[in-house]
């Protein structure tokens, strides 16, 4: 069965530095796409950036930067230049299939709390 | 564009109580997900409608949960004779299916539903 694993509960960065979100995965297929959303307190789901298992080159998006390591299964998000309003919720998920399986339905961990500190 | 709005945002419902939450996805988009969220913990499939189809109800808890698209746009879930453990955020989510970018697949999520079961 598919699985993600976060297993950094919180976090604390302080602001302008570098901070590292890990998401391991654990799936039979080929075929899948990773994806991070960040959930402020508001409560809404934001899509922050995607790797597809084909993409050859890690994904960038900004500030985020996804360093995915097939071989072990691994997609940390790498925020960088960390601002205050980075402070949230961060869910790794993972979908089946890179064009959607017959559901598209997304997997998620646990999440990460981050909080950026002044 | 208007994004995913979901109503009511927040819900308090007496144990035994039916309710019943509403999504409207982003105009155009074909498939719709509902997902549950409960405190602490990522969120968790529900089910998912391609138009009107509903293609994949494999995570709806119990069958005290349905759910409905008739006319391939606005959805409703309701939860009959609602119980505590059904506390928790339901997410409606849509996308456009197609593209040759698995990220074109990206679910645009809403803010939510608070239920709360008393």
């Known amino acids: 069965a598919q699985k993600i694993t976060q297993t950094q509960p919180g976090m604390f960065v302080q602001e302008k530095e570098a901070v590292t979100l890990d998401c391991t995965y654990d799936?039979?297929?080929?075929?899948?796409?990773l994806f991070w959303y960040k959930q402020p307190s508001s409560g809404e789901m934001i899509f922050l950036i995607y790797?597809?298992?084909?993409?050859?080159q890690n994904a960038t998006e900004g500030r985020y930067s996804l360093n995915f390591q097939k071989a072990r299964k691994s997609a940390n998000l790498v925020i960088s230049a960390s601002q205050l309003g980075d402070s949230a919720m961060y869910f790794c998920a993972m979908r089946e299939g890179r064009y959607g399986g017959a559901t598209n339905k997304l997997i998620f961990g646990t999440g990460t709390l981050l909080a950026v500190q002044p | 564009g208007a994004g995913v709005s979901q109503s009511p945002r927040y819900k308090v419902a007496k144990r035994g109580q039916d309710v019943a939450l509403r999504c409207d996805p982003i105009s155009g988009h074909v498939s719709l997900f509902w997902y549950q969220q409960a405190l602490g913990q990522g969120p968790e499939f529900l089910t998912y409608?391609?138009?009107?189809?509903?293609?994949?109800k494999s995570g709806l808890p119990s069958d005290r949960f349905f759910a409905e698209r008739p006319e391939g746009s606005v959805s409703t879930l309701k939860i009959q004779r609602t119980q505590q453990e059904d506390s928790a955020v339901y997410l409606c989510a849509s996308s456009f299916p197609g593209g040759a970018s698995g990220k074109d697949n990206e679910q645009f999520f809403g803010p939510g539903t608070r239920l709360t079961v008393l």
């Open positions: 799936t039979s297929d080929q075929s899948y796409g």
């Open positions: 409608f391609q138009n009107e189809a509903q293609l994949d």
């Open positions: 790797q597809g298992s084909y993409d050859e």
